[in-house]
């Protein structure tokens, strides 16, 4: 059953997700956000935010994805997480983030390899066992907004540290909105 509300410009986009029957390539979550012609004017109804912490704000879904649009305030950032079985593309909508890609060291803790700005109509992938943490940096007051599409939706992912080797697990409850604990 999809959840569905009504944003016009997405409807191109939303047909291709309600007509999938699993998971959508990597290469092709890309190729449809980078061809989208779409402001935040167009999703305003889901940019919420939160002082504290992230907001993850449900666009809609469907059985094979999930559509949030995921508003930061300076300074906040997710934890560091893989995808698990799912597959993410994010479109900057608004700021700067910052993502920072992870790998395993011969130690067996977590490392960061790179981290690069994605600017305002930047598009991003990863997938499964892809390590990365997403953050805004900018200064105060310059908020981030992204839109993100999860296939199938993101429904476990694992969450690491810098400090141990401990692999946390974390279940986000996709509702109309939710602070953030992972994306």
């Not at 934890?79 to 079985?85: D, F, L, R, S």
């Not at 080797?165 to 109309?176: K, M, T």
Request: with cysteine; net charge negative.
């Amino acid at each position: 059953m999809v959840v569905a509300h009504s944003v016009p410009i997405l409807d191109p986009l939303f047909e291709y997700l309600d007509g999938l029957t699993e998971r959508a390539p990597i290469d092709e979550l890309q190729t449809r956000l980078e061809s989208l012609d779409i402001d935040v004017a167009n999703v305003a109804e889901f940019v919420r935010f939160h002082p504290e912490q992230y907001l993850r704000n449900l666009v809609r879904k469907g059985p094979h994805y999930h559509v949030l649009v995921i508003c930061w305030r300076s300074g906040q950032r997710s934890p560091i997480h893989n995808h698990a079985q799912s597959t993410c593309g994010l479109r900057v909508m608004r700021g700067i983030a910052t993502e920072t890609v992870f790998d395993t060291s011969p130690s067996g803790l977590i490392k960061a390899i790179y981290s690069h700005e994605l600017p305002a109509g930047h598009v991003a992938a990863t997938q499964d066992g892809d390590i990365h943490q997403v953050s805004n940096l900018e200064a105060p007051g310059n908020d981030l907004i992204t839109l993100h599409i999860y296939s199938p939706p993101l429904l476990r992912m694992d969450t690491y540290s810098l400090l141990d080797r401990h692999i946390g697990e974390f279940r986000p409850i996709i509702l109309g909105h939710e602070h953030g604990s992972g994306i």
